[in-house]
């Protein structure tokens, strides 16, 4: 996992509500915790050492042991809440209008209804939230209009009822 994965997995975690969060694999394991007021988040990653040959090799009393490392992120909820209301008061929020599986194509193969940069209005299908099997185009409400200027959700991910999925620049 790198930096930029790790940063984005940390956001969402914020982002949930969630107080505990632990993941581990063979080499690594991360746990991150916020406190129940969600003012401070706290991460942990630790390496997990990997046993070499040399290592098996020497006796018990002189083997290699490779220290985990460890690091500490620390983010202010405060500073997030900051951000996301100058975001909120430039840009207009498009949020699901139920509970499904977040489509940003009308089909594997085909292109995606709009992209970072399109100009949008009233009426255009912009994705597609699959529930219980029915496939329901979600289209800009009337009074909408701008360009896309970010995707929020990722395609074929479940989404909740009104979770942010565009932002778009009214101007």
């Given at each position: 996992?790198?930096?930029?994965?790790?940063?984005d997995?940390?956001?969402?975690v914020?982002?949930?509500?969630?107080?505990?969060?632990?993941?581990?694999?063979?080499?690594?394991?991360?746990?991150?915790?916020?406190?129940?007021?969600?003012?401070?988040?706290?991460?942990?990653?630790?390496?997990v050492?990997?046993?070499?040959?040399?290592?098996?090799?020497?006796?018990?009393?002189?083997?290699?042991?490779?220290?985990?490392?460890?690091q500490?992120?620390?983010?202010?909820?405060?500073?997030?809440?900051?951000?996301?209301?100058?975001?909120?008061?430039?840009?207009?929020?498009?949020k699901?209008?139920?509970?499904?599986?977040?489509?940003?194509?009308?089909?594997?193969?085909?292109p995606?209804?709009?992209?970072i940069?399109?100009?949008?209005?009233?009426?255009?299908?912009?994705?597609?939230?699959?529930?219980?099997k029915?496939?329901n185009?979600i289209?800009?409400e009337?009074?909408i209009?701008?360009?896309?200027v970010?995707?929020?959700?990722?395609?074929?991910?479940?989404?909740?009822?009104?979770?942010?999925?565009?932002?778009?620049?009214?101007?």
């Amino acid at each position: 996992m790198n930096y930029n994965e790790l940063q984005d997995f940390i956001k969402a975690v914020a982002k949930s509500g969630a107080t505990e969060v632990r993941i581990e694999t063979d080499d690594l394991k991360l746990t991150v915790k916020t406190e129940p007021k969600g003012k401070t988040i706290e991460t942990i990653v630790q390496q997990v050492p990997v046993a070499t040959q040399m290592q098996t090799q020497q006796p018990a009393q002189q083997q290699f042991t490779q220290q985990p490392t460890v690091q500490s992120v620390t983010n202010t909820e405060e500073t997030a809440a900051k951000k996301a209301e100058e975001v909120s008061a430039k840009y207009i929020e498009i949020k699901a209008p139920m509970v499904g599986t977040f489509y940003r194509k009308p089909a594997p193969g085909k292109p995606t209804f709009v992209n970072i940069g399109d100009r949008i209005e009233a009426g255009k299908t912009i994705c597609i939230i699959e529930a219980m099997k029915l496939f329901n185009e979600i289209e800009v409400e009337p009074g909408i209009s701008g360009t896309i200027v970010q995707v929020l959700v990722d395609d074929s991910t479940p989404v909740e009822f009104d979770q942010p999925l565009f932002l778009v620049d009214p101007s």
